[in-house]
């Protein structure tokens, strides 16, 4: 996944300035911190799922703007507090990947 130039305002407000990144193909990322930091929001976008104000997102080479659903396909997302406690993370994973 790629992430490059990232600019996000809110009214008069920057909230993201030229954020770039680069995950590795078969890396795992994870972002973590406290509540109200916007986790949620930078997950979304390279989904496609929230708007930005300019840059661009590439998972495995993929535009996620110009072909969303294929973009979406390549990447899954394990949200905190997911209610499945008789899994462990490994079997979770498994079950996921094998829907």
């Not at 920057?14 to 109200?36: E, I, Q, S, W």
């Not at 495995?60 to 659903?69: E, K, N, R, S, Y």
């Amino acid at each position: 996944m790629a992430l490059f130039e990232l600019h996000k305002k809110f009214g008069t407000e920057t909230a993201v300035d030229r954020v770039d990144l680069v995950v590795p193909r078969g890396a795992f990322f994870g972002l973590v911190g406290p509540n109200g930091d916007g986790k949620r929001r930078r997950c979304a976008w390279p989904s496609g799922c929230s708007g930005l104000d300019a840059g661009g997102a590439q998972i495995l080479g993929v535009d996620v703007w110009q072909h969303p659903a294929q973009a979406k396909s390549m990447v899954g997302v394990l949200p905190d507090g997911l209610s499945i406690p008789e899994l462990t993370g490994r079997e979770l994973l498994t079950y996921l990947v094998s829907r």
